[in-house]
């Protein structure tokens, strides 16, 4: 079975910039979460979408915003650019969503902001 | 708000040695647990976790984890160590009530194995 799937895997951009990051998850997940890695913040959760719908956010300004798609697929996206916007983003998907799932991640889509 | 302390920055171990890495958290109620392991350039991979009953979980690669509820902890062993478990690890923890699948992570344990 195809793990979840990253695209692109690298990213530069400039300040100011807007950018959409993909994943793709198992088959037949219907949970897709975004976190942000960075070495300074760590790891921090951004969103969980389900069923199409957003079921949790984390902390992240309103320039952060993502979307799923009917065949799970989860796109998110970052408008006006900043510098501290480059980081790792990663993707985990679930069967379910529920605490007691595990969430299997993508090798994540390292972002670089000039 | 539930938080997970990691207190080691950075462990150095020689190959064959045992290892212990440390998790703390702080939550109202006993969270899901969970240890997750990241090579350079990848995602993270789960290695064990812990939601309830016998509180010595058995994981992937030969690692183990002990939940501790009266310390809070649940720190990750393994017997003895191989230079391919030279990586960074992360502890993990899930609100256990409702539906939100938010990890909250600790801030790490880069773990190098000497020769």
């Known amino acids: 079975k195809a793990g979840v799937t990253q695209t692109p895997r690298y990213l530069i951009k400039t300040r100011g910039q807007q950018v959409t990051l993909s994943c793709s998850p198992i088959?037949?997940?219907?949970?897709v979460s975004w976190y942000q890695q960075t070495p300074g913040q760590g790891l921090q959760f951004l969103f969980e979408?389900?069923?199409?719908?957003?079921?949790n956010k984390g902390n992240f300004p309103g320039r952060f915003s993502g979307r799923q798609f009917s065949n799970s697929r989860s796109e998110m996206n970052v408008s006006t650019l900043e510098l501290g916007d480059s980081a790792l983003y990663l993707c985990a998907s679930s069967l379910m969503t529920g605490g007691a799932d595990e969430q299997f991640f993508g090798p994540g889509t390292r972002l670089t902001v000039l | 708000a539930q938080s997970v302390t990691q207190p080691d920055i950075h462990i150095t171990v020689s190959e064959g040695a045992s290892l212990e890495l440390r998790c703390n958290y702080s939550y109202g109620a006993t969270p899901y647990l969970f240890w997750y392991v990241q090579s350079p350039g990848q995602g993270l991979q789960l290695l064990l976790k812990?939601?309830?009953?016998?509180?010595l979980v058995q994981g992937i690669k030969g690692f183990e984890a002990e939940f501790k509820r009266s310390q809070s902890s649940f720190n990750l062993r393994k017997p003895s160590v191989h230079w391919s478990d030279a990586a960074e690890y992360f502890c993990a923890v899930v609100n256990p009530s409702g539906s939100a699948r938010q990890l909250t992570f600790g801030s790490g344990t880069q773990l190098t194995v000497l020769p």
């Open positions: 088959s037949g997940h219907r949970s």
């Open positions: 812990y939601f309830s009953g016998d509180t």
């Open positions: 979408y389900f069923s199409e719908t957003q079921r």
